[in-house]
């Protein structure tokens, strides 16, 4: 099967990207046909500032590569690099309605949030619609506050095709259950926007003080506590064995147990499952080349579908074309 997902340059990778959409990106590639971009005209719409988006879009080629994306097997590509995209973003844009789009979370709790929306915000989604349907995927694996996106880009895709043609397939959103949200310090889903993240590529050391800080409630070391409610542990159950897993909630049950114990543990695993990524991180960054011929090659390997795509679309819209 196909599998195309996307992820945006717009800041520092951190453990709730890893577990919500990275993780389970990656595990995808052994069975499926996957491609993997780095949405950098999506990062456009919160991030203007030329330094930083060259070095976050850096940053999370270096972090798929060192977790564990295989390039050979996988399309990994930049999403500037296959500008047909954008042609493809606009037609879509003339047949999605002003309602489906003003529908948007993403749109409304921005506005919320106080931010001044530009055009591009309020069509990201139809840009999100052109990068999944061009490649034809049929599944869409994202964290949950990406579903309603790929429920809009459905019902673009069955305008698209009820209007000209059955060119686009219906893309799937695939949803890990066990790491719907993954909370940060202070409780909240673990968000940059929120500055409560623990950083994917830091050292040691500030992984412990962001690990250290986490927010716990004030229940005494001896009394009992309530599993299901502390952020460390559920941290834990992300990272740790089963098995381990079911001793701590054991011992939280029991009381005796401190959140300082459950927090150290958490910096220890941290360290040991993902200093191997950390190490290789640090030998890519000593290699920008090979990370520009990656991309340069995945960009080429989209690049191939995506036009194949388009003279489909052009034809069933009726635009004639003169480049051949
Ligand atoms: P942020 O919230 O820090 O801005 P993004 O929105 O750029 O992160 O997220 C990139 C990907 O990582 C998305 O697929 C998103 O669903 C996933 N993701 C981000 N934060 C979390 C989280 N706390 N829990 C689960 N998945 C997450
Ligand atoms: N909107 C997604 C996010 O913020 C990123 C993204 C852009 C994406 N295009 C995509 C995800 C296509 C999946 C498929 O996380």
Known sequence: MRVLSGIQPSGR????????????QIELQAEHDCFYFIANYHALTSLQDRGLLEQFTREV?????????????????????????TELSWILSCVTPMGLLQRCHSYKDKIAQGISPSHGLFAYPVLQAADILIYK???????????????????????????YAEVFVRPEPLIGSEVAVVPGVDGRKMSKSYDNTIELFCTPKQARKRIMSMLTDSTPVEAPKDPAKCNVLALLRLIASREEVADWEERYRRGGTGYGEAKKRLHELYVEILGPAQERYNALAQNP????????DGGR???????????EVRTACGIISTKK
């Open 137 to 163: 995927p049929n599944l869409v694996p994202v964290g949950q506050d990406q579903k309603q996106h790929i429920e809009v880009t459905q019902d673009i895709q069955t305008k698209f095709n009820q209007t």
């Open 61 to 85: 080629a270096m972090g798929y590569l060192a977790l564990g994306l295989d390039p050979r097997r996988t399309v990994f590509f930049r999403q500037s690099d296959v500008p047909e995209v």
């Open 289 to 296: 080349d090979e990370i520009e011929d990656i991309l340069a």
């Open 301 to 311: 390997r989209a690049r191939a579908v995506a036009m194949q795509t388009m003279e």
């Open 13 to 24: 990778l951190h453990l709730g990207n890893y577990f919500g959409a990275m993780r389970p």
